[in-house]
């Protein structure tokens, strides 16, 4: 293989710590940056640089470049005492496209699975347990994937907060899906959210 320049080198390492980018993939896209003008790379490893700066939210753990992010400083979002629970921030950014909930968020960082050492510890319930407090909150939507630790991580959240209402979010026939192509656990799951019209 011919000797490349260190610096091309050194950048398809970097891209090659990408999720799903391969030592291949990687030396393609440096190859073609390396077409690109003085400005766009300069734009490009500035926008790179400056996530260093990145935090989390000290209240919900969506990223944010102050202590607190802009949904948790929104005062009309806690006027409807509600707060909805995501396994992790591309769950949240999920539903905040969807632009249907207009309440506060808070990412627990994953679901409880003893067998990998996640238990109640690592996740951040006991900060959920004091905003649920702190904000009055009254109804509490779980968004949490199904799976067997999305459920177990569900029903150990719905004991520890006894007092207040719990949803869970409804799962089942995608829309523009066809119930002949779906597998018998997707259409029983859609049977138990039905809801009355």
């Known amino acids: 293989m ?45 926008s ?32 409807g005492s509600i707060l909805c629970v995501v396994e992790n921030i591309n769950d949240l950014i999920a539903i905040e496209k969807s632009n249907e909930f207009k309440g506060l968020y808070h990412v627990l960082g994953g679901v409880l699975n003893p067998l ?16 649920v407090n702190k904000y009055d909150i009254n109804t509490v939507v779980l968004a949490l994937n199904p799976s067997v630790e999305g459920d177990a991580t569900c029903s150990y959240i719905k004991q520890l907060l006894k007092d207040v209402h719990v949803d869970r979010i409804g799962f089942g026939v995608p829309i523009g899906g066809s119930l002949e192509f779906l597998d018998p656990l997707t259409i029983s ?3 138990e959210n039905r809801k009355r019209l």
């Not at 000797?3 to 393609?28: C, H, M, Q, W, Y």
């Open 189 to 191: 799951t859609a049977l």
């Open 48 to 79: 790179i640089n400056e996530l260093k700066s990145i935090k989390r939210c000290a209240e919900c753990g969506l990223y944010s470049e102050k202590e607190i992010c802009e949904i948790c400083k929104n005062e009309y979002r806690k006027i």
């Open 116 to 131: 990998m050492g996640v238990g109640p510890e690592q996740l951040k319930i006991d900060k959920l347990i004091e905003r």
């Open 2 to 46: 011919i000797d490349l320049p260190e610096s091309i080198k050194n950048s398809v390492i970097s891209f090659s710590k990408l999720p799903g980018v391969g030592e291949k993939t990687a030396l393609r896209q440096v190859m073609n940056m390396v077409k690109w003008s003085i400005q766009d790379l300069d734009q490009f490893s500035h």
